[in-house]
């Protein structure tokens, strides 16, 4: 396995799973019983010798019970994620094929934007794998196909005001006061309202943890041979408009990586 793909696949995989640990404490989605029928199913892989399949029957299983068009794209994503996440063996890997199938699947469904966001990248992670060392038309071929699944998802993550530096979380403090309490209510009021805010800053994480690692992820495409500089830049000012300063900070980080390895532009 070559080392750019490599990273690139690790990238991926790293981003899903740091989102997918981010939630703590109580939750008031009213998917969790899905959820966590999910996670339970997507725990069974292993990696090598897991029967990915089963997981993959067992997912749409689910669907029996949970069918709404949300519900439908929670299981796609999910099973998308599973066939992802351990990674590919080799350009054969059916695990490739069967996460595109996946991911198109969930985007047909309505996603909020954090999974929305997540597949898009997923997609455009399989489109690229195993393509960094092919020759030059196959591999300018998936990444044309790639930047526009990295820029859509990194759009979605912008449109929702990811921010761009990471910032340390509000606290939520312990109350241990009797309901007899005067004060009671206030209490709990103040702690409802400390608990809103921690989750605000929960899913702001998530969003700035996808703004860095997309663009990370553009800039490993189009830093790499052959260059193209300039197909970067007109698919960026189509897809992200309004976001000036993220392409010009594409497109300065990818002439600077290309700098700093020593190469000179094709």
Known sequence: MCKKYFKSLVSI???VCILSAFLSGETLDPNVSLERSLSTIAAKDKGEGTD???????????????NSPQDKGI???KIAFVYSGKGYS???DMRIAKTKEYCKKALTQPLEPITSAEIYSCLAGA???YKWNRPNQEFTKARKESIENYLTALKVVLDNNAPAEKTEPPGVG????NPANPDYDKVVQKHQQEL???QKWNSDQKLYILRR????????????????TEELETYAREMLKGHDDVIDELIAKVNERIQRQGNTRE
């Open 13 to 15: 995989a790293t981003i």
């Open 52 to 66: 990915v399949r089963n997981l993959e029957n067992a997912c749409l299983n689910l669907l029996e019970k949970h």
């Open 75 to 77: 299981i796609y994503a």
């Open 90 to 92: 080799s350009p054969n």
């Open 127 to 129: 489109q690229t794998a």
């Open 174 to 177: 312990k109350y241990d006061i």
């Open 196 to 198: 809103t805010v921690r």
């Open 213 to 228: 690692g997309l663009i990370g992820q553009c800039v490993d495409l189009y830093s790499h041979r052959p260059y193209d």
